[in-house]
């Protein structure tokens, strides 16, 4: 008599796995806070989109813009920078450049046609464009580093939807500074070391270096640094001391030029 | 794996969130208020100097105008603008021409006298010898009583006549004295050894006399010797200077060099009025000044200065007050406000009560009596308080972060220092600067933030 073997079933067919749904924007605006790394995986994986970096580069624009506005209405914040006008021109008087009457007539002018509605205005203008040059900036930066010192290429298009995207960790900090500097009544009071220093003085250099250790900054380099290990797919470790490195290099050089204020 | 990783998620946005919202708070409610700039000093003793600074001329203490007493022609003049003279050096001639003419005249007038004196001499001789014969037949009753008398006065007539000649003897000989001395003025001499520090005259210039009227100023002498500082001082000031107090002068024309003196003499009235002036109105104007009322005060010159000319400009400080170790703060510091006096409104008392009412209302009832009392009371120091708003002398103490309003009595002041009478004690921080901080924005209790110094080297970068 013959015995037949249980025929194994046949294995269904395993339906493929469904893609993971794309990060929404909103999504990516708030994971880029907390959770970086997915944020940036989704970015190397997907084409490149407009409204990765445009969108949070408008948020930064605006909310510097509004930043600049409560600022500027802060009669202590006013007070600090009228007196850091009239020391500049007292130096400039010491040093010969300009007579005690042409001074006089400096502040005059500038009492009359640059009020705060005035700064407010160029302020706010500035920092517009400060928002979408920062960017595209840090993008080149990112781009550069990745082929020089990582060997590995990315579109430039993708660099520019990391350090726009990292760019709401600045929105963050514009925030906190915003606050800070209200509260204080000081106009350099953002969340670094310089909040140790009662009588910041953007002309001293080791204030300059204080302010620089700001935490904000250091969070938004780290996050950038992160951003370029998943485009390049480098050890995260080396695109942090590349990145890192690139910071501090900047920072000590616009101090010691004279433009450390540019780097607050 | 994706729970703890929601979690993370959601711990960091809890944690920032809390952050943002706290600070938001703070921010919110946060009482604001401006912090302004400012330089702070300590109070500190110094020693004090009150300055009165005057301008003035430089002017020699002696000077004589030369005016002729006689009018006339200048017929010499051998002297020159500028020359050194000594007392007794003829200075000008006039033409004596009138004057001898004059003297002859009074001579000839004198000598008619004589005459006429000698004639009734001689009348009197005879009139004397006449009435001594006549007594003689008188007494021996050989003439009548009335021919006796008609000698007798005849004797008398001619002593009156004597006498009277005698008398214009005197006349004409004061009258050749007084040509003579008109003759003598036409000839001027120096009354001193000095300078001649002005000729307005030239020869063949006829000049008026004094006698007549004010005279033609010929020139002017000057004992350069002794040169003093005539400054004119305002009436706010005059009140503190003094003769003897000692003075620092700088003279125009010697920038580089300081010259001390020390004041002689202060005027009595001011320049322009004139009456019972102590000093001769060299600089006094016609009529009523529109100008500020001044008084000259006289600075004699301690050093010798040769090249020194009459007229030069000169700045005086006069050193009118010291004090020394005296509690000061910086010039700037001191500015003024409205002070609010602080208003104690005491209520009545009820022991006296009945007094209360006899002053102020007059009424007899117990009931209305407190309040009526009260109101007056009250109304009487709001018209204190209101009279009371005036602009006080005023300091910022540092208080920490904010500042007091510290009224003070200030006393004398130089070029850098106010000197505090009461109100501050020594080593208290006050506000030195900046000005606008100073004279307009602080108020008490404004926040402050000590700033550096705007004036000096920059800070050097580490």
Known sequence: ?264 | MARPKKRRKLLIFLIIGVVLVALTLVAVFKKREPVITVQTEKVARHSLTNLVVANGQIQPVVQVTISPEVSGEIIELPVKEGQSVTKGDLLLKINPDVYIAAVNQAQAGYESALAAKDSATANLEKAGADYQRNLTLFNSKLLSESDFVGFKAARDVAKAQLDSADDQVNVAKAAVESAEEQLAKTTIVSPLTGTITSLNSEVGERVLGTIQNAGTEIMTISDLNQIEARVNVGEMDVVSIAPGQNTRLEVDAFKDRKFTGVVTAVANSALGTGAGSLLSGGNSGSGQSQQATQFQVRIRVNEKEPAFRPGMSVTAEIETEYRTNALTVPLASVTTRPMKPAVKVDPPKTGGTNAMVSAASGTNTVAGTNAVAGTNTMASAMKDTKESLKPTDVVFVVEGDHVKTVPVKIGICDDNYWEIADGLTNGEEIVSGGYRAVGRDLKDGSKIRVGPAETGAPEANP
């Open chain 1, 1 to 264: 008599m013959e015995t037949t073997q249980p025929i194994p079933p046949i294995p269904e067919p395993q339906p493929a796995e469904s893609p993971a749904p794309p990060m929404p924007l909103a999504g990516k605006l708030m994971n880029v806070i907390a959770a970086p790394g997915d944020v940036f995986d989704e970015i190397k994986a997907t084409p490149p989109h407009v409204a990765n970096w445009l969108i949070p580069v408008l948020i930064y624009a605006v909310a510097g813009v509004i930043s600049i506005c409560i600022l500027f209405a802060q009669p202590a914040i006013r007070q600090t920078i009228h007196d850091q006008q009239v020391k500049a021109l007292d130096k400039q008087v010491q040093l010969g450049k300009m007579t005690q009457a042409q001074e006089d007539q400096a502040l005059q002018v500038m009492d009359k046609f640059m009020g705060p509605t005035v700064l407010a205005i160029s302020g706010s203008f500035a920092m517009v464009i400060y928002s979408f040059v920062s960017v595209f900036w840090w993008a080149l930066v990112l781009w550069l580093l990745g082929r020089w010192f990582l060997k590995t290429q990315f579109t430039y298009l993708k660099a520019v939807e990391v350090a726009g995207l990292a760019s709401i960790i600045l929105v963050l900090g514009l925030i906190l500074s915003t606050l800070l500097a209200v509260i204080l009544g000081r106009l350099y009071a953002g969340p670094s070391l310089a909040l140790l220093v009662s009588d910041f003085d953007p002309a001293r250099r080791s204030h300059l270096l204080l302010g620089a250790a700001n935490v904000v900054y250091l969070w938004h380099t780290g996050v950038l640094a992160l951003g370029l290990a998943k485009l390049s797919a480098a050890p995260a470790t080396r695109a942090v001391i590349v990145v890192f490195s690139y910071w501090i290099l900047a920072e000590l050089l616009l101090i010691a030029i004279g433009l450390g204020q540019w780097a607050l």
